[in-house]
């Protein structure tokens, strides 16, 4: 088994997915967590190709980009997708995903009070119901939406579902957001009674985000 060691700050946002995949595939790693003011420091080091967190360290070797670690990631557990076709779906439900994260963080990222209320305003009555509308109605097309996302296993599709669901509830300061998506909510809830998940979720350091 290869040495891992995962770098970002201590955050969950975006190196969560992989944890999750760490957890649920049972493999150890080191979890480095920096505070802002060591990243300068760290990030001067020149060991970032972009400059950026969060990266992943495999013996000696270094990958970056969130999303690029996170396949690695689900393709050596054995949670990518069990087929190309498969894999592709899994692709498309994280690209989703990750589309409605971007939503979020220009508002995130917004200095005009006004401008940040119009924003999240948008996000909870158009871009989140948009796309969790889409995400269920993919889920119920794959065994009528009692299982995951992709096959009949979990993929790290479903884990960053479960990473951002959080990270939008926590953005928007509004709890409830799966309620008009039955079928979502329940992937959740699975997903976090399942044992390696289960304990992750309930060890892992408390964090804003």
Known sequence: MPAYKLKYFNLRARAEVSRLLFAAAGVDYEDVRYESEQWQTEKASGNYPFGQMPVLEVD??????SNSIARYLALEFGMAGGSNLEKAKA??????????TNALKEMWFQKDEAKKTEIRDKCLKETIPTYFSA???LLISNNGGDGFFVGDKITWADLAFLAHSDYHADQMKAAGTLEAFPKLKALRER???????????????KTDI
């Open 191 to 205: 997903l976090l009674e399942q044992p390696n998940i289960k304990k992750w979720v309930e060890t892992r350091p």
């Open 135 to 137: 995400l269920e109605k």
């Open 60 to 65: 000696g070797e270094t990958i970056a980009q």
């Open 91 to 100: 692709d498309m439900v994280v690209d989703a995903i990750g589309d409605v």
